[in-house]
């Protein structure tokens, strides 16, 4: 059993997305195989890439107001809101706040 | 892509537990294969079974307090605090605070 407080976790820059820091909560470096879970931050401003991978998302807002953008429309969510992202599906996550935008993400490993 | 609110998915009587409610917020009947997010709410005086089980558990703490009790000895967490809990490992999450305890709990599936 770890436990750790999440905002201790080192926030690495977020590669190909804008104002945006990704800390892995939970990975393979922890012995988590099978899932990880991430605690994504996105500045005022900014934004993750509109992209695609072949593996899903769950989302849980935590604090501040995201545009989710997808192929059939998008969604304005804050805290307490929950996504599903399908495998291969186009996304992108827009801070549509003042704040900063939390929210966690897993992914399978 | 599905998005909802949290609140709003059927919170189901957790079976063992005492004075505790699950929501599964991302699952099999939405899609979901790798793994489940589920939305944990234990009322004041509440336990969840003291117990092991073959799957891992991600945490993440939204609110109230937890005393999560392990093997080795216990950790008491808030909001904002996340825990991994190993497969076989005996665990039990015992609210702590005065108010309700919401955590999200990742599973494999």
Redesign the interface.
Known sequence: ???????SVPAEKSEGAKDTTIRW??GKA???D??A?RLIEVAPGGSTPHHSHP??H?V?V?EGKVR?M???GE?L?EA???????PS?V?QFVNAGDGVLRF?C?I?L
């Open positions: 059993m770890d436990v750790k407080r999440a905002l909560l939970w922890d012995g988590a099978k899932f879970l593996y899903e769950e849980y935590l989710l997808g192929a059939a969604h969510l307490g809101d929950t996504a599903f992202v399908r599906e996304h966690l897993g399978p």
